[in-house]
């Protein structure tokens, strides 16, 4: 799989609602805390694994996201 860059996204990847919508500042918040779980580009749920040394996030269209 490939690792993707942090791309421009049409949905947020906590909630899965449109990013255009507003802010979303609860999502910001838990975002410095866990991963993400909707893919930022077509809005699936992704698989996500949390280690203690990291997580990693796949979309079955896009790939993979670590952290």
Known sequence: MTELA?????WCDRCGESAA????PGCATARAL???RYCGHCRRRMKV???PVGWSAVCVEHGELRG
């Open 6 to 10: 942090e791309p421009t996204t049409a």
């Open 21 to 24: 919508a507003g802010p979303h």
């Open 34 to 36: 866990e991963p993400p």
């Open 49 to 51: 694994q949390v280690l």
